[in-house]
């Protein structure tokens, strides 16, 4: 009985492991799709919008937290903090 239990364990962490594994695969095997676009444009921020909706907007076929990034990086924001009418260049296309 303790050793079929024990059997019963293996295998689940086993399948366990293999699924943690595998997810962690698919992360990295997505990270190059949708890079974020070497092209830029100068975008004009709306109200209510906050970085992720312009990173969304300006490249949507991207990770969006790339971007965000990218966008920090060429206008040298510290913060996410963004106020109206305020010109940012963004990353921008497919």
Known sequence: MWLLA??????????????SIANALAVVSDAGVGAVPAETAVVSVGAGETLWDLAEAAAPDANPAAVVTRIRELNDLAGGTVRVGTPLVVPAGS
């Open 6 to 19: 024990a059997v019963a364990i293996g295998v689940f962490c086993f399948v366990v492991a293999v699924g």
